[in-house]
């Protein structure tokens, strides 16, 4: 064997060792059928099995309901929430769930003004009161 030929089954041997440290991988977020969510990764050494792999794992999963999890980018506003059969003593308008560690619920009119430090134009809170 030749120094070039050495150098090359040399080399060979490092990416073949490389690529089976790391091999392609896919995550899959999912729902279960029983609706816990998981994480699911598919190793394979070669993208192409890999991609074979993946179509027949979605079919099984699909065909055993489990669901993909789908992610909420950031920033998406959260939908809004009213408190059912509840109005504003204040002024009449629906209430909103805010549900945090202070609040239970506020008026729909309730807009924060930072210049006035006040809800405006109605300025109704629902307190937690075991505070
Ligand atoms: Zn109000």
């Known amino acids: ?11 060979y041997k490092l990416i073949k060792k490389m690529s089976n440290e790391s091999p392609t991988s896919v995550t899959y977020s999912l729902i279960s059928p029983n609706g816990f969510p998981l994480l699911l990764t598919l190793r394979d050494e070669k993208m192409g099995i890999l991609m074979t792999n993946m179509g027949l794992l979605e079919t099984s999963l699909k065909s055993k309901g489990f669901t993909p999890q789908i992610k909420k980018t950031f920033g998406e506003k959260k939908p809004i929430e009213y408190v059912q059969g509840e109005v504003c003593p204040k002024c009449g308008k629906p209430l909103i769930v805010v549900n945090n560690d202070k609040m239970i619920s506020k008026c729909s009119d309730n ?3 930072p210049v006035t430090k006040k809800g405006e134009p109605c300025d109704y809170v629902k307190w937690r009161e075991n505070k």
């Open 111 to 113: 807009k924060y003004n």
């Open 1 to 11: 064997m030749s120094r070039y030929n050495q150098l090359q089954s040399k080399k």
